[in-house]
């Protein structure tokens, strides 16, 4: 079952621009990762965030968890025609039988026009 | 970063064929192996997580019979899609993880788009 939430769905900006997109998810996590996903491809993985941190950067991509609101939003800045793609978060679970596994939320579909 | 590689890209057969999809960590020593599957415009749905040496864990309302996957090495796991049918049809994502240290991202394949005639 897809836990996560994200939003929005669709998102369309120009280049050069910020995006942000969100996500929640509904149980304990040991982690939150952020995937890439370029069309008929595979996923890629961008950033892992532990429960125990708050925000994390890399390049361009900033994330931020707030486990009390049980939510991320990864924004990436300054973007590139090259960063169309469809972003998805994944939650591990913490403890249990769904230990380790991703479960993802639903994504966002990001197009930025050159 | 690390690599797994997934073969073939596509797949296009007549229903009842079965069809045997590998994936491969090619740097690094894969201690798990997952087998999603996408629809169009649609998030990744786990189909079974599958560990070296051992029988794969299926998800609720997966078919093990019908999707039968091997893991007989820590950088091969293949999922066999059984007499497929048209309803088969999808984009199949694999990943794999070395739990060997916490906290590590899965990594993905580039996935394998079947169809079935």
């Known amino acids: 079952s897809q836990q996560g939430e994200e939003d929005p769905q669709a998102l369309s900006i120009q280049e050069g621009e910020n995006a942000t997109m969100n996500c929640s998810y509904k149980?304990?996590?040991?982690?939150l990762q952020w995937y890439r996903q370029n069309s008929g491809r595979g996923l890629v993985h961008l950033i892992l965030?532990?429960?125990?941190?708050r925000e994390k950067h890399s390049g361009r991509l900033r994330v931020t968890l707030d486990t009390s609101k049980k939510s991320s939003s990864l924004l990436i800045t300054a973007s590139r025609a090259a960063d169309t793609a469809s972003y998805f978060c994944a939650t591990v679970n913490a403890g249990g039988t769904s230990y380790g596994k991703l479960t993802f939320g639903q994504g966002t579909i990001l197009t930025v026009h050159p | 970063g690390a690599v797994v590689s997934q073969h073939p890209s596509r797949v296009i057969c007549k229903s009842g064929t079965s069809v045997k999809i590998e994936c491969r960590s090619l740097d690094f020593q894969a201690t798990t192996m997952f087998w999603y599957r996408q629809f169009p415009k649609q998030s990744l749905m786990l189909m079974a997580t599958s560990n070296e040496g051992s029988k794969a864990t299926y998800e609720q309302g997966v078919e093990k019979d019908k999707f039968l996957i091997n893991h007989a090495s820590l950088t091969l796991s293949t999922l066999t899609v059984t007499s497929a049918h048209p309803e088969d049809s999808s984009f199949y994502i694999c990943?794999?993880?070395?739990?060997?240290?916490?906290?590590?991202?899965?990594?993905f394949g580039d996935g394998t788009r079947l169809s079935i005639l």
């Open positions: 990943s794999a993880v070395d739990w060997t240290y916490s906290n590590q991202p899965q990594h």
């Open positions: 149980t304990s996590i040991n982690n």
């Open positions: 965030i532990r429960s125990n941190e």
